[in-house]
């Protein structure tokens, strides 16, 4: 049964998208199977995941709404090796549309329900707001990962994005869980970041990845290629970070799974 993780931060131009897709990327290069979900109209992940968004027959929208289901809509990314349910800005409209339809917040829950056990993971790439997209991404999550960059706002930001988490946890998904927070764009050199990034070790402890993912710019070119950095470049230092990333979130999976009750 699929892990379900929605990677979310209400920021804009964190590294939610450059995460979904190379975290993806190396999920797939640990043999594990995995769906990728945009479910941001900017289309980025579905772009940077080798699919046109221009050229949808289905999109994340058709499925929200019950026009096909998600196996019609889903794409298989030919250079990430995951499955990809696609976005575009037709999903702009979901916000108006849903707001009139049942089960409003569970329509992305309920359309993976059938598909949760041929996945190990489904990542969810959420849009930069606290809209009812994100809110469907967060009911239909067992983790949310947040990307944040070390920045002084960052902080701020941050609580305010973990008392939402809370506050829907609470309505619509109490197992929802902060599954982690990893730092995106990691300059070690800038005097900042190892201040925010002390901080962020007090507050959080084990929440904080000890993965960190270091500004690359093979990471930034990547996607106009329509790769994840790890086919693009597979040496370099972004690749082999998401790579570590990987790595840890398999064994705090497996450890999680040791010490939960029989
Ligand atoms: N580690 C990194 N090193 C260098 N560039 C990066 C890194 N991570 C992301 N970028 C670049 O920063 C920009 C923002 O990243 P990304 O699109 O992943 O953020 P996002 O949180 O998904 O943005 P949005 O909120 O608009 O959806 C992109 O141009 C991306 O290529
Ligand atoms: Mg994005």
Redesign the pocket.
């Known amino acids: 049964m699929a892990k379900v993780f929605a990677?979310a931060?209400q920021?804009?131009?964190?590294?939610?998208?450059?995460?979904?897709?190379n975290l993806a990327a190396s999920l797939v290069a640990t043999k594990r199977r995995v769906l990728l979900i945009d479910l941001?109209p900017?289309g980025?992940?579905t772009t940077?995941s080798g699919v046109d968004k221009l050229t949808l027959e289905h999109s994340i929208y058709d499925v929200l709404t019950g026009e096909c289901s998600l196996v019609d809509a889903m794409q298989f990314s030919e250079h990430g090796g995951y499955q990809l349910l696609p976005s575009n800005r037709d999903l702009t409209a979901a916000e108006v549309v849903l707001l009139d339809m049942e089960m409003k917040e569970h329509r992305l829950r309920q359309a993976l329900a059938p598909v949760r056990e041929n996945y190990d993971y489904i990542l969810i790439?959420?849009?930069?707001s606290l809209s009812m997209l994100t809110v469907n991404a967060l009911s239909a999550s067992d983790g949310v990962i947040i990307?944040m960059q070390c920045e002084y706002y960052a902080l701020e930001g941050l609580t305010d994005l973990i008392n939402s988490i809370q506050r829907i946890g609470e309505r619509l998904n109490p197992a929802l869980k902060i599954e982690g927070l990893l730092r995106?764009?990691?300059d070690p050199r800038i005097s900042l970041t190892n201040d925010v990034s002390n901080q962020l070790q007090e507050h959080f402890g084990d929440k904080l990845y000890t993965t960190v993912?270091?500004?690359?710019?093979?990471?930034?070119?990547?996607?106009s290629f329509g790769m994840p950095a790890l086919v693009y470049d597979k040496n370099s230092r972004?690749a082999i970070?998401y790579l570590a990333l990987a790595g840890e979130l398999a064994r705090r999976q497996r450890a999680s799974r040791s010490t939960a009750p029989a």
Not at 213 to 223: D, F, Q, T, Y
């Open positions: 990677i931060n920021k804009g131009g964190v590294g939610k998208t450059t995460t979904c897709i941001d900017q980025n992940a940077g790439d959420c849009p930069p990307p995106t764009m990691y993912i270091p500004r690359n710019v093979r990471l930034a070119e990547a996607p972004g970070a």
